[in-house]
């Protein structure tokens, strides 16, 4: 009873308060640079997929070898050189206690929008929260995006992993220009945690997002900063450990499962793709080899925005001094 009469004249006092009440009949609305509007965008993300997408999705073949290394209800499928753990760790905690495809298209709707909206709180220093808003709700609206969010496949997740990685490194970079301590060790170890995300669930994608962090302070006097790339790199180092280690127990060495995997894949190297993504941009999903036409051109017009609105941004972000 104490604790109810103290919780009520709690209330009260903060009712009371400037800031602390709205007027009568007005409904609470998140302020112009609050985070929830970038909770709103994120929840609207998960509550798309589980209207559209996760309720009609079956197991592809890629999920059944994934989801079974770490199912208590089937046998586990060979694990090829090529794939790496991160993503049956990510779909563990329900594959092992239930068998419901349902169940984990649900897990994992709500899990890559807390994504999303972690990503996107990874820029809340650095950009207008309405800015943040619109690029979430963009790139969620994306039917890649929405299709790939309830499914137990690293594409999603390691673009996310990109997004949140770059705005801890650009954030950690202006605290050390600016002498703080409080925030750096956080932002940095965020960097460090997210690169090894990636690497957890795609080390080459990983290695192509940790490349040009680590090289960052060569271009620009204000990334000059050896915690930079020291997070970076030990993040890396940390998420690729599994992959390094099962490598040997299980391939004979990291050359030798990168050359099993090559053999499986068609052959690593620079290759001219953009024709091949330009045709599987609205299907099929799997484009390998890729002997399909361009099917409904009209909707891959927005694939070739990209570049040019990515060139806009660029001139745009330097005029205003960014």
Do not use: K
Not at 147 to 156: F, K, N, V, W
Not at 312 to 318: C, H, S, T, V
């Amino acid at each position: 009873m104490v604790v109810a009469v103290s919780l009520t004249e709690a209330r009260s006092r903060w009712l009371s308060s400037p800031g602390g009440r709205w007027p009568r009949g007005r409904r609470w609305r998140p302020a112009g640079e609050s985070s929830w509007w970038l909770a709103l965008v994120a929840a609207a993300f998960t509550a798309s997929q589980l209207a559209f997408v996760s309720q009609r999705l079956g197991l592809s073949w890629d999920e059944t070898v994934y989801v079974s290394q770490v199912s208590v209800h089937a046998p586990a499928a060979y694990f090829d050189p090529a794939r790496a753990r991160g993503i049956p760790l990510l779909a563990a905690p329900v594959t092992l206690l239930t068998s419901s495809v349902l169940a984990l298209r649900v897990y994992l709707s709500v899990a890559s929008g807390a994504g999303l909206f972690l990503a996107l709180l990874a820029w809340r220093r650095l950009r207008p929260v309405r800015v943040l808003a619109l690029a979430g709700l963009i790139f969620g609206g994306l039917w890649t995006a929405e299709y790939y969010g309830p499914q137990a496949m690293p594409d999603l997740w390691v673009a996310l992993s990109g997004l949140a990685a770059v705005g801890l490194f650009l954030q950690a970079s202006a605290r050390l220009g600016a002498g703080g301590t409080s925030y750096t060790s956080g932002a940095l170890a965020g960097l460090a945690a997210c690169v090894a995300f990636a690497a957890l669930v795609r080390p080459g994608d990983a290695v192509f997002l940790a490349a040009p962090l680590t090289a960052a302070p060569l271009a620009g006097r204000s990334w000059r900063r050896w915690q930079l790339p020291a997070a970076t790199l030990a993040g890396l180092a940390a998420g690729g450990a599994e992959w390094v280690i099962e490598a040997y127990l299980r391939f004979g060495g990291p050359l030798a499962r990168l050359h099993d995997a090559s053999g499986e894949q068609g052959g690593f190297g620079l290759h001219l793709a953009v024709w091949d993504e330009l045709r599987a941009v609205n299907g099929p999903t799997l484009c390998r080899p890729c002997t399909v036409g361009w099917r409904q051109p009209e909707l891959g017009l927005w694939w070739l925005a990209l570049p040019v609105l990515v060139t806009l941004g660029i001139f745009a972000a330097r005029r205003a001094g960014r």
